[in-house]
């Protein structure tokens, strides 16, 4: 039986990581098989092209230029690593997927989303999330929050209005497909937002075992 793909998504610092880990644990006590992955990234190659789009440089990325490159690590990450997990029975539970190249590019930078559609397309045929958790959160909170790490890398040094436009990208994309989509409130004590995952979680589990009886 195939596995399900499970993506988290969210503006600067919403608390990916730090939810990812609760997610696994989650995973382990239903004695689910699972991968974990994130985007971009996730294949040696992959992980070179993260290097390239996050690395700040004097040289303006064109916007072409950034979409392409995310969707050529997408289609290696595909190949090697998330359809292999899933025709396997895995789960694969990823940090960042299609829905960030919507809400990034489309959005942020304004990218034709008929475009990106396209190349969604082309690159994953008819494989989409079964389920995206979306963290929700003002964007100064989330900057702020993540202002206590390292040096910002070439994403981390826009403006607040670019986050903005991310975040309503990802909010417009949950409300045009409720069903695959859980908008949770990230600026609440993590323990409040770690509940809100759970029972989004078990939901989703709920309708995938009513779904094999
Ligand atoms: N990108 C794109 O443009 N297009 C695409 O298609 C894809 C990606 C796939 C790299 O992503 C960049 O790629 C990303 C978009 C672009 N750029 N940006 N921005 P990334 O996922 O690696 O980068 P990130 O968004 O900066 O994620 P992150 O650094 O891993 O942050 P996070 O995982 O969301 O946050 P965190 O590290 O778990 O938490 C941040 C801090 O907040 C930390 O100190 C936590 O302890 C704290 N925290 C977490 N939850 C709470 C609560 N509830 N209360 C209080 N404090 C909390």
Redesign the pocket.
């Known amino acids: 039986m195939q596995g399900k793909f499970i993506t988290i998504e ?11 880990a609760f997610i696994q644990d989650w995973l382990s006590d239903k004695n689910i098989g699972f991968l974990s992955t ?3 990234g996730g294949t040696p190659l992959a992980e070179e092209i ?1 290097s390239l ?2 690395m700040p440089r004097t040289e303006t990325v064109c916007d072409t230029t ?1 979409l392409l490159l ?1 969707f050529a690590g ?1 289609a290696q990450h595909l190949d090697k690593v998330v359809i292999p997990a899933l025709d396997a029975g895995q789960w694969v539970v990823c ?4 829905d ?2 919507y ?3 489309g959005f ?1 930078r304004g990218m034709d989303k008929t475009l990106i559609a396209h190349l969604e397309q082309l690159v994953q045929k008819e494989l989409r999330p079964d389920l995206t958790l979306i ?1 929700d959160i003002p964007v100064e909170i ?1 900057l702020h ?2 202002s ?2 390292s040096t910002p ?1 070439r ?2 040094q ?1 403006q607040v209005s670019f ?1 903005d436009r991310v975040r309503e990208g990802y909010l417009c994309r949950a409300a045009e497909n409720l069903d695959r989509y859980a908008v949770i409130d ?5 323990d ?2 770690q509940a809100a995952i759970h029972s989004a979680l078990e939901d989703f589990y709920l309708q995938s075992q009513r779904k094999i009886d």
């Open positions: 969210g503006t600067e610092g919403v608390g990916k990581t730090t939810n990812i994130r985007e971009p993260r789009l996050l950034e995310m997408r940090d960042r997927f299609t960030a190249t809400a990034y590019q942020g963290l989330g929050r993540a206590k790490r890398d994403f981390e826009e986050f990230a600026s609440k004590t993590l409040e937002v």
